[in-house]
């Protein structure tokens, strides 16, 4: 009897260790199919699923080499629980109702404000590149992409290269077709779609069909802000109606408020203010409420624009061009950098903008800002010439000077008017004094021979060239005359310019004989007397007048002419001869 309850004991702790077992092979195959079909990361499912296959090996090792049943029906209850533990306690993390740290890892910020990634790099100190791409479909000033791809661990991560749109690209280049006959519709759609900012439609008086394209400025290639013009139909004048029914223009964009009054002949005016509620270039308001009539050749309506949101400017000056390029791009502003050096001012620091604090600008605005590239320090320089390089590239002025000096040699600097680590002023001139080596004593070269004069040159280092005068009361090739005067001083290489005689001058008697002269020609006679000379009286210089003379006939010299058969000349003198020509 006892042994019948003891296998009945023994029974039902057998069937309790089976059904427990079973109950772990069922919730194993559901956890098995749940990680291979729910989760997303089939590694993860793997690593995951290792660890309860570690568990179970283990398990099944202590229970092979345990030598009691009562051992191993332990060694399987305990494997079972742990099991279902484990995968309980990841099913629980998988459907995060428990949530367990982890590392933060990248998200897309595609058509996300740049605010919202410059905000969360500045948490993560995380430096953002920014690059610049036109977009047609992301809005300005929101991110196109990053170079880090989602799901990047943040830890991983240093610098984000972080592309922005300007908006669409004004230059780029659109086929625009001929639009003669179009219906204003769809000119309004294509210049919609492609982004055509420039355009402008006129409407006029036309037998045309009223709202369609009578003439177009331009088609073909066409940048999207080149300016051109479509004129439209208005109808014949007996179709226009004098008087229209105000329509409701608040809230339409400038350019679809205007077409609709251009198209009902309407004269407008326009004003502009901010708003904090309505976007920029749409209709705020307008003079003539909605259905009352309009008379076209009367009235006039004024709109109130928006210039959207008044950007107030900060203080700027305190703001690093990190700040400053953030607040451009957040605030769809346009920036120009100028890079310039201060004396006062550290490098990467603002010295001034266009903007002042507190003025209320709008959106496009172009903002320059001028930095500070540092000072300027005076350096030492080797040459003149190193020096001219440094003071070129720095965009400094300077004024050279230049001295006598027995113990700088020529061409080297003297002095500067800056010391080397003086601070430099970029908008002042800097003073250079450069040697012009020993100061050379001009001598006295009247009296001297062309080779006299130059021996004396070469020994002095002075650089002597030679002309040829007139006649003086020196001999032929002796100098008479020089550019720089005796005891003057100047540097070696100087070029002086020695002035020689032609010789003694020579006095004789004009002798004209008969054949020299051309009755009736006056001019041959000239011609004659030109050659006649120049043969006989070399050196001596001629002038001809032609005068009247009743009576004597052309060619012949006038009995008035102050040098005439007879007289003397002298060589280096010059004489005027009458000619006779009637």
Same mark, same amino acid.
């Given at each position: 009897?006892?042994?019948?309850?003891?296998? %009945?004991?023994?029974? %039902?702790?057998?069937?309790?260790?089976?059904?427990?077992?079973?109950?772990?092979?069922?919730?194993?195959?559901?956890?098995?199919?749940?990680?291979?079909?729910?989760?997303?990361?089939?590694?993860?499912? &793997?690593?995951?699923?290792?660890?309860?296959?570690?568990?179970?090996?283990?398990?099944?090792?202590?229970?092979?080499?345990?030598?009691?049943?009562?051992?191993?029906?332990?060694?399987?209850?305990?494997?079972?629980?742990?099991?279902?533990?484990?995968?309980?306690?990841?099913?629980?993390?998988?459907?995060?109702?428990?949530?367990?740290?982890?590392?933060?890892?990248?998200?897309?910020?595609?058509?996300?404000?740049?605010?919202?990634?410059?905000?969360?790099?500045?948490?993560?100190?995380?430096?953002?590149?920014?690059?610049?791409?036109?977009?047609?479909?992301?809005? +300005?000033? =929101?991110?196109? *992409?990053?170079?880090?791809?989602?799901?990047?661990?943040?830890?991983?991560?240093?610098? #984000?290269?972080?592309?922005?749109?300007?908006?669409?690209?004004?230059?780029?280049?659109?086929?625009?077709?001929?639009?003669?006959?179009?219906?204003?519709?769809?000119?309004?759609?294509?210049?919609?779609?492609?982004?055509?900012?420039?355009?402008?439609?006129?409407?006029?008086?036309?037998?045309?069909?009223?709202?369609?394209?009578?003439?177009?400025?331009?088609?073909?290639?066409? *940048?999207?802000? !080149?300016?051109?013009?479509?004129?439209?139909?208005?109808?014949?004048?007996?179709?226009?109606?004098?008087? @229209?029914?105000?329509?409701?223009?608040?809230?339409?964009?400038?350019? *679809? $408020?205007?077409?609709?009054?251009?198209?009902?002949?309407?004269?407008?005016?326009?004003?502009?203010?901010?708003?904090?509620?309505?976007?920029? =270039?749409?209709?705020?308001?307008?003079?003539?409420?909605?259905?009352?009539?309009?008379?076209?050749?009367?009235?006039?309506?004024?709109? /109130?624009?928006?210039?959207? +949101?008044?950007?107030?400017?900060?203080?700027?000056?305190?703001?690093?061009?990190?700040?400053?390029?953030?607040?451009?791009?957040?605030?769809?502003?346009?920036?120009?950098?100028?890079?310039?050096?201060?004396?006062?001012?550290?490098?990467? %620091?603002?010295?001034?903008?266009?903007?002042?604090?507190?003025?209320?600008?709008?959106?496009?605005?172009?903002?320059?800002?001028?930095?500070?590239?540092?000072?300027?320090?005076?350096?030492?320089?080797?040459?003149?010439?190193?020096?001219?390089?440094?003071?070129?590239?720095?965009?400094?002025?300077?004024?050279?000077?230049?001295?006598?000096?027995?113990?700088?040699?020529?061409?080297? @600097?003297?002095?500067?008017?800056?010391?080397?680590?003086?601070?430099?002023?970029?908008?002042?001139?800097?003073?250079?004094?450069?040697?012009?080596?020993?100061? &050379?004593?001009?001598?006295?070269?009247?009296? +001297?021979?062309?080779?006299?004069?130059?021996?004396?040159?070469?020994?002095?280092?002075?650089?002597?060239?030679?002309?040829?005068?007139?006649?003086?009361?020196? $001999?032929?090739? @002796?100098?008479?005359?020089?550019?720089?005067?005796?005891?003057?001083?100047?540097?070696?290489?100087?070029?002086?310019?020695?002035?020689?005689?032609?010789?003694?001058?020579?006095?004789? /008697?004009?002798?004209? !004989?008969?054949?020299?002269?051309?009755?009736?020609?006056?001019? $041959?006679?000239?011609?004659?007397?030109?050659? !006649?000379?120049?043969?006989?009286?070399?050196?001596?210089?001629?002038?001809?007048? +032609?005068?009247?003379?009743?009576?004597?006939?052309?060619?012949?010299?006038?009995?008035?002419?102050?040098?005439?058969?007879?007289?003397?000349?002298?060589?280096?003198?010059?004489?005027?001869?009458? #000619?006779?020509? =009637?």
């Amino acid at each position: 009897m006892k042994n019948n309850d003891e296998n %009945k004991k023994k029974r %039902k702790k057998i069937s309790f260790y089976l059904i427990f077992c079973a109950f772990t092979l069922i919730c194993s195959i559901a956890y098995l199919t749940y990680s291979a079909l729910i989760v997303d990361s089939i590694v993860n499912n &793997i690593l995951k699923l290792s660890i309860p296959l570690f568990i179970f090996i283990i398990s099944l090792i202590l229970f092979l080499s345990a030598s009691k049943s009562s051992m191993k029906n332990w060694l399987i209850l305990s494997t079972a629980i742990i099991l279902i533990l484990f995968m309980g306690f990841n099913l629980l993390t998988n459907l995060n109702i428990i949530n367990l740290p982890s590392d933060e890892k990248m998200i897309s910020y595609a058509n996300k404000s740049y605010k919202t990634l410059s905000e969360w790099a500045d948490k993560n100190n995380i430096t953002l590149d920014v690059e610049y791409e036109y977009s047609d479909t992301i809005e +300005k000033g =929101n991110i196109i *992409r990053t170079d880090i791809f989602e799901g990047t661990l943040v830890k991983e991560i240093s610098t #984000i290269i972080v592309t922005i749109s300007e908006g669409p690209d004004y230059d780029k280049i659109v086929v625009v077709p001929s639009m003669i006959g179009w219906d204003i519709e769809e000119v309004t759609e294509f210049i919609e779609n492609n982004f055509m900012e420039n355009v402008t439609i006129e409407y006029e008086m036309s037998d045309e069909l009223r709202d369609t394209v009578i003439e177009q400025s331009k088609n073909g290639d066409i *940048r999207r802000n !080149q300016e051109w013009t479509l004129t439209v139909s208005l109808g014949t004048e007996e179709e226009l109606s004098q008087t @229209v029914a105000m329509e409701d223009l608040e809230g339409l964009t400038l350019f *679809r $408020a205007t077409l609709w009054l251009k198209r009902n002949g309407i004269n407008y005016s326009l004003e502009y203010e901010f708003s904090d509620d309505i976007e920029r =270039n749409i209709v705020i308001s307008q003079s003539i409420d909605n259905g009352e009539i309009v008379s076209i050749s009367e009235d006039t309506i004024v709109l /109130t624009i928006s210039k959207g +949101k008044a950007i107030v400017v900060p203080d700027i000056l305190n703001m690093t061009v990190d700040e400053i390029t953030n607040w451009i791009v957040d605030n769809k502003l346009k920036v120009e950098f100028d890079e310039i050096y201060d004396e006062s001012i550290e490098v990467g %620091k603002i010295i001034s903008a266009s903007i002042e604090k507190g003025d209320q600008i709008e959106v496009e605005t172009l903002v320059t800002v001028t930095i500070s590239k540092g000072q300027i320090k005076m350096l030492s320089f080797n040459s003149l010439s190193e020096f001219k390089t440094w003071a070129n590239k720095y965009s400094i002025l300077y004024n050279l000077s230049y001295s006598y000096s027995t113990s700088i040699s020529k061409g080297s @600097v003297i002095s500067y008017s800056y010391a080397e680590g003086d601070i430099v002023d970029p908008e002042s001139i800097i003073y250079v004094n450069v040697s012009l080596g020993p100061a &050379i004593t001009i001598p006295s070269f009247t009296g +001297k021979t062309k080779t006299e004069a130059t021996t004396l040159c070469n020994s002095l280092g002075i650089r002597c060239s030679f002309s040829t005068g007139t006649y003086t009361s020196y $001999a032929e090739n @002796v100098v008479y005359s020089q550019s720089r005067s005796s005891g003057s001083k100047v540097a070696s290489g100087t070029a002086i310019t020695l002035t020689l005689s032609k010789g003694i001058p020579v006095t004789k /008697t004009l002798y004209i !004989q008969q054949n020299w002269l051309s009755i009736g020609n006056a001019d $041959a006679t000239i011609t004659s007397l030109r050659t !006649q000379f120049a043969n006989n009286y070399p050196g001596v210089n001629f002038n001809f007048t +032609k005068v009247k003379d009743n009576t004597l006939s052309s060619g012949m010299i006038s009995q008035s002419s102050p040098t005439n058969h007879g007289s003397s000349v002298t060589q280096g003198q010059t004489y005027t001869i009458y #000619i006779v020509s =009637n």
